[in-house]
Structures are given as C-alpha cells and as structure tokens.
C-alpha cells in the first residue's frame, strides 16, 4: 500500500490531507476500534491513529476518553431503537426494543461489557424512548411504572447479552460458532423476555 493509499483508507481526503473531522465520525471510528481491538485498545492516542490525526485534534470534538466512551454508548444504544407500528401497544414495542438491544449487543460482542457499566445519559435516554413511553401513557400506565419496566428490560437484556458473550475465549464453545450454543441463548432469551413483558402486564392491568 502507498503513503497516499495508507492516508486515504485511514480517511484522508484529497491530496492525503485528512478529511474533516465531525463528531459522528469520531464516534464512528470509536465504534470500529471497539469491535476489532476490544475496549482497552480504545484510547485517544489509538483513535487519533486510526483516524489519521493527532490524538490532541479529537478533544475539539470529545473533551476526554470517559466522555467519548458515553457518546459509544448512546450511538450504540440508539441503533437499537425502533419505529413503532401504528396503534403498536406497549407490551409488544418493548418487546421489539428488547430483541433490537440484543442484536446490537451481540454485533458488538466488545461493547457489551462498556454498556453494562456505563448507562446511557438519562435525558438522552428519555429522548430516545419518548415514543415507547407515550405508548405506555396512551395505555394508562403512568410515567414511573413505565420506567421501571423499560429499565428492568433493559437491564435484563444486558445482563443476558453479558452471559452469552463474556465467556473467555478458549475455555467454552461461542454461540459464534456453536449453533446448537446460539440456539439454547436464544430460547432462554425469549422465555426469559416474555415472562418480564406479561408479568408488568399483569401488574399495570391490576393496578387499574
């Protein structure tokens, strides 16, 4: 590969001057590093490199790694947020929430434990979420039992998403290779999620 070449796949622009920087690439390339080199690998110093700038020209965009590491959060979290279907009743939109989580998750098997113990910013959170919780309001349930319920999905998702990927390599067959593993991840996840979902059903239909 030539010096051009090498800038251009690392983003350079024309002439190999780096192209300009933006927030959502930023966060974009974070991501990719996360998914290849795992979480520690995820420095300033190693994002500047894969960007092709010095790693002092990313902190006109994120003012440290802990902030950049939020920001990985919340674009992640927002892939797996979801259009609701007309009419769609809560129970069945925070269902689909739930098995889009998980696909994020389990597509950036690195980023699991990341969101596992950074949450999301509550009011970038909120906003997100704004029409899966108008859903529980048009149903009558008020704004906290409809937290607590999202929270707790969540929650579960994650700490499932956890189990299923946070095996160490070597010591177990991954769902990544071992169907018969994905499959068995797959049933517990779903049982596990309906019984969560009708459970608040059940309880907001007899606090009505």
């Given amino acids: 590969m030539t010096q051009t070449a090498r800038r251009r796949s690392q983003g350079g622009g024309r002439g190999g001057r780096p192209a300009t920087l933006t927030p959502e690439r930023v966060v974009a390339a ?4 996360l998914d290849a080199e795992g979480l520690e690998a995820l420095t300033m110093r190693r994002l500047g490199a894969h960007l092709g700038v010095a790693a002092m020209s990313l902190y006109r965009h994120v003012p440290n790694r802990d902030a950049l590491l939020a ?14 279907g007309p009419e769609e009743p809560w129970h069945e939109a925070l269902t689909r929430l739930a098995v889009a989580y998980r696909g ?3 597509a950036h098997p690195h980023a699991v434990p990341l969101l596992a113990t950074h949450p999301v910013d509550t009011d970038r959170g909120l906003a997100l979420l704004a029409g899966l919780l108008g859903r529980f309001e048009d149903s009558g349930v008020g704004e906290q039992d409809a937290l607590t319920a999202v929270q707790s999905v ?9 189990a299923q990927v946070g095996t160490p390599s070597g010591t177990a ?36």
């Fill in 104 to 106: 994020t998750l389990l």
């Fill in 71 to 84: 920001e990985v959060v919340t674009h992640l979290f927002s892939e797996a947020v979801i259009e609701l």
């Fill in 173 to 208: 067959p991954t769902t990544a290779t071992d169907p018969a593993a994905a499959a068995f991840y797959d049933r517990w996840f779903e049982a596990g999620l309906a019984a969560m979902v009708s459970g608040f059903e059940r309880r907001f239909a007899g606090d009505r």
């Fill in 154 to 162: 969540a929650v579960y998702v994650l700490g499932h998403a956890l």
């Fill in 30 to 33: 974070a991501v990719e590093i």
